[in-house]
């Protein structure tokens, strides 16, 4: 199912006024640089940074990711917050798992199914309160539940790390319902058909199971289309704004 003429227009209109907004932020942080522009006058030119853009654009991922989730399921949450109860032995087989990951000798190897059977095999109801937000949750129609962890696509260690741990976390708080928590980044920074090679994600995280990348994530949330839609309505917005950065 394609995503529809509303959902479209949402995230253009979305899209459009978070890049208007950081060209112009940008042009405003670019005239407080007298020194750099008279040092190295070729700063002039040079208008944004990539790592702003990226930093900028994860909340706007989130964001797109809400609009298309919200039309193919029937409800979808940014910042939700995940509260349940949790048996210390669980918690203390999530650490020690994240921990052999990082530290053991050798290391452990992550396997989504695996790790998760090991969590909930000592997860019984009772325990201890605990809460953690997750970036996306989504309501199915069939009452089950999605929740996505939504970071860079270039994540660091300890990113990687905490992302492993909230997988397990959310996992044995929702013990007994129909859950899923992955880790999810919007695009393959190697290319669409590469392998997704970032190694702290590989030490601690099993990709395409506990990492959904790109294609298989927008796909996840919304049909095999999805992504390729966002392409388009992302050169539109692109080319709408080029005019602006031609001025």
């Not at 989130?62 to 939700?80: N, P």
């Not at 506990?210 to 917005?237: C, M, N």
Request: charged share 25%; hydrophobic share 40%; glycine share 6%.
């Amino acid at each position: 199912m394609p995503l529809t003429e509303t959902t479209r227009q949402a995230i253009h209109d979305y899209l459009l006024r978070q890049v208007t907004r950081f060209v112009q932020d940008n042009r405003a942080t670019a005239r407080q640089k007298p020194f750099h522009v008279r040092l190295l006058p070729i700063l002039s030119e040079v208008k944004f940074s990539e790592r702003s853009f990226s930093t900028r654009s994860g909340s706007w991922f989130q964001e797109m990711a809400r609009l298309v989730a919200s039309q193919f399921h029937r409800a979808a949450t940014l910042g939700y917050s995940v509260t349940g109860r949790i048996q210390p032995a669980a918690e203390a087989d999530i650490v020690a798992i994240t921990e052999l990951m990082d530290h053991g000798v050798p290391r452990r190897i992550p396997n989504r199914a695996n790790d998760i059977a090991r969590v909930l095999g000592v997860q019984d109801p009772g325990g201890v309160d605990r809460s953690i937000i997750s970036d996306l949750f989504i309501l199915r129609h069939d009452d089950s539940e999605l929740y996505f962890e939504m970071k860079t696509p270039d994540p660091n260690k300890g990113q990687c790390k905490k992302m492993k741990h909230d997988i397990l976390l959310i996992s044995a708080l929702r013990k007994g319902h129909s859950a899923e928590a992955y880790a999810a980044a919007a695009y393959n920074p190697n290319g669409d058909d590469a392998p997704y090679m970032n190694n702290y994600a590989r030490q601690f995280l099993e990709i395409g199971q506990d990492l959904l990348v790109g294609r298989q994530f927008w796909s996840k949330i919304g049909d095999d289309q999805t992504y390729d839609e966002l392409l388009e309505v992302a050169e539109a917005v692109g080319n709408e704004i080029r005019p602006i950065l031609n001025r």
